[in-house]
């Protein structure tokens, strides 16, 4: 499961809190190892810290060391651990440097993240992957805001690499001109692709010279797999590179609650779409051990709603056809989310 906050009521019981966790048939956490604005603390702790990390670092505000308990407890039974580490929407570096640019409503606003193609954010971010890497874990969640929005791409620094590679300037009011039969737009698309790409390459390599044991794992919006265009040209995102660069797990975002208000379909049909979506994963040459279905178990529009067991039993059941696949909840909590199909 991915944790995205441990509850306060096991402060003093983490070993209890993980035996509960391998008793119930799980074998993996993703723990959020960041802190931005707004998110609730791990065990409800204390911090002058308003956003920061739950790991030794001279790169970030400490929250406390977390990481250390918590691959402590889970290698009492066996669990593995995956840190779940975020990048261009870290709260500290949107403080400190500029976004990058996006283009909106005919004018250049702020975009979603700090800017790649600024040397000294990718600095920062490389230093607390490599912090990561010195510690005892299995692998590194890449959280899902590592990503290029269709409108983002517009800083100087930007335009003038894209200048520098490609002999044109990213025009918006050419670039978003009828942009789906648009050669300069998916070139755009592409090329930013192919930077994000680079990064995470960088990022990689300086993480497995510390820890060569260190396994990745990348989240998958749900669009990608079975409408790649969507997938490349809304968030410069792509299996197929993704694969070029050796990923261990792809994490498919499968949050049905989101998909049927997204798409305004019922919820068979979203199974449908999801089902659909698997199979073009497969499609890809992965291995069906590679890819894990992230299911949604509380409602992201209300976090205190836990979203009905039925439907989360049934999509648990669809994966299962498929053999060899993993899933795992999102946004896990409490030992109670665990549904009682899926996992007993």
């Not at 991915?2 to 799980?26: A, P, V």
């Not at 065990?43 to 918590?70: E, P, R, T």
């Not at 265009?229 to 498919?252: E, V």
């Amino acid at each position: 499961m991915q944790i995205f906050n441990l509850d306060s009521q096991y402060e003093n019981n983490l070993s209890e809190y993980f035996r509960k966790l391998k008793n119930s048939g799980i074998n993996t956490v993703f723990f959020r190892v960041f802190q931005n604005y707004g998110d609730r603390f791990h065990l409800g702790v204390q911090s002058y810290c308003q956003s920061g990390v739950y790991f030794k670092s001279q790169n970030a505000c400490v929250i406390s060391d977390l990481l250390s308990k918590v691959v402590k407890y889970a290698g009492m039974y066996d669990l593995k651990v995956y840190a779940w580490m975020s990048t261009r929407s870290l709260s500290f570096l949107k403080n400190k440097y500029h976004l990058e640019v996006a283009f909106k409503d005919g004018d250049f606003v702020e975009g979603y993240g700090v800017s790649i193609f600024n040397p000294d954010v990718r600095r920062e971010i490389t230093k607390l992957f490599k912090d990561l890497a010195y510690y005892d874990i299995d692998g590194i969640l890449i959280q899902d805001d590592f990503i290029l929005r269709y409108n983002e791409g517009f800083s100087k620094a930007a335009r003038h690499r894209f200048f520098v590679d490609t002999g044109h300037y990213p025009d918006p009011a050419k670039l978003f001109k009828d942009n789906r039969k648009n050669s300069f737009y998916n070139s755009w698309s592409e090329w930013k692709m192919r930077q994000l790409s680079a990064f995470l390459s960088e990022l990689r390599f300086a993480v497995k010279l510390i820890n060569p044991g260190i396994k990745f794992a990348v989240n998958i919006y749900y669009e990608t797999p079975s409408q790649p265009g969507n997938g490349l040209s809304w968030y410069s995102q792509s299996i197929d590179r993704y694969k070029n660069l050796g990923f261990s797990y792809y994490a498919y975002m499968a949050y049905h609650e989101q998909i049927s208000r997204e798409t305004g379909g019922s919820f068979y049909d979203t199974m449908e779409y999801i089902n659909k979506s698997i199979n073009s994963f497969l499609k890809y040459g992965l291995d069906e051990k590679q890819i894990i279905v992230k299911i949604q178990v509380r409602s992201f529009y209300n976090g205190r709603v836990k979203l009905p067991e039925k439907e989360i039993n049934i999509l648990c059941d669809l994966i299962d056809n498929y053999g060899k696949l993993s899933y795992a909840l999102v946004p896990f909590e409490r030992i109670s989310d665990i549904p009682k199909f899926c996992f007993y």
